[in-house]
Nanobody, 114 residues
């Protein structure tokens, strides 16, 4: 059974940091390019960052330099380090495969206060 479980969100002040985690099960995690996505209130879900199976990374322009994506294939887990948080980063954050999307998890809420 495929399952993606996001965690690590919370309420932080602008300029703060969070580390999000994505635990995957039911897939051969090490072979999959994975990504983080977010959905702000009233907006469509958008891609934030992605990492290939061998660790190459890519970021949306709005988060480049502030977000760092990483993965630990031995733990079937992906991470998103978020620094210098801005109010516009407020959203529910999700993880998923880059290609051939898996069932979406519940996401983790990130709320940034100004």
């Amino acid at each position: 059974q495929v399952q993606l479980v996001e965690s690590g969100g919370g309420l932080v002040q602008a300029g703060g940091s969070l580390r999000l985690s994505c635990a995957a099960s039911g897939i051969i995690f090490s072979l999959k390019a994975m990504g983080w996505y977010r959905q702000a209130p009233g907006k469509q879900r958008e891609w934030v960052a992605s990492i290939t199976s061998n660790g190459s990374t890519n970021y949306a322009g709005s988060v480049k330099g502030r977000f760092t994506i990483s993965r630990d294939n031995a733990k079937n887990t992906m991470y998103l380090q978020i620094d210098s948080l801005k109010p516009e980063d407020t959203a529910v954050y999700y993880c998923n495969a880059v290609y051939a999307k898996l069932p979406w998890g519940q996401g983790t809420q990130v709320t940034v206060s100004s």
